[in-house]
């Protein structure tokens, strides 16, 4: 079958067009946010692109190439993203049932640079750590002055950050981590424990797709937020 063959008369080349286009703006974005350096910080705001924020006199970039590489190694390697970019930006497959670029070439992730994928898990580790910073930061925006209180930029924190929570943890090794050593369901009170917690990651799991790309806006717009404020471009409205 040659190229973008097929018999489909759906317009089956529409999502793959809308998902290169989706992540081609967030990256166009992002790596621009990521390149200032500067006003990534209003009040008790931080953006979640500098968290955790690490200054070092000998670090002459923005510090959020410090800490940037985890989160996308995560989203990089993570397997709905991989089909997502494969059929987006690779055509392989552009589709089901529609014809390959590459045809007999096709090697998945056995060759370089693909088998690198498989640090997915070792990304996950690292992506659960910066969660724990950005919880740190939620926690902080709830204070204003020493004293609590509520901005539309801590609802902004908030949400993003529930938002990467429920797609880091509805991560495919995640389930597997939790559960997928288990031999026998019923043997012990650990083995149900962990049974009870797979189950309740493979409802999280059922939605990794959803959690993926609403945690891509929410993590781009509490930059923007952040960062609009920082410039004095919008108010923080105070809520409490």
């Not at 409802?203 to 609403?214: D, G, S």
């Not at 410039?231 to 923080?236: E, K, L, P, Q, V």
Request: with cysteine; hydrophobic share 50%; net charge positive.
């Amino acid at each position: 079958m040659a190229f973008a063959q097929t018999q489909r008369r759906d317009m089956w080349w529409l999502q793959p067009a809308l998902v290169a286009l989706g992540l081609t703006l967030f990256g166009v974005y992002a790596t621009w946010a990521a390149l200032q350096g500067e006003h990534y910080r209003f009040g008790p705001y931080l953006s979640p692109f500098y968290s955790p924020l690490i200054l070092l006199d000998w670090w002459k970039f923005s510090p959020a190439i410090l800490i940037l590489w985890a989160p996308l190694g995560f989203r990089a390697t993570c397997y709905y993203y991989r089909k997502a970019y494969y059929r987006s930006f690779f055509a392989d497959p552009p589709a089901c049932a529609v014809g390959e670029f590459r045809g007999e070439k096709y090697k998945g992730e056995t060759a370089f640079p693909f088998i690198l994928q498989n640090l997915h898990r070792f990304f996950f580790y690292l992506a659960a750590i910066v969660l724990c910073f950005l919880w740190l930061d939620v926690y902080e925006a709830f204070r204003f002055d020493e004293k609590f209180g509520v901005g539309v930029g801590t609802l902004v924190l908030f949400s993003n950050t529930l938002f990467l929570s429920l797609y880091t943890f509805s991560c495919h090794s995640f389930r597997h981590l939790i559960g997928g050593d288990l031999n026998c369901f019923s043997c012990g009170l650990a083995a149900k424990t962990k049974y009870q917690a797979w189950k309740g990651v493979s409802v999280l799991n059922q939605n990794h797709m959803l959690w993926a790309w609403i945690s891509l806006f929410t993590v781009g717009f509490a930059d923007l937020y952040v960062r609009l404020c920082a410039m004095g471009i919008i108010n923080d409205i105070r809520i409490i």
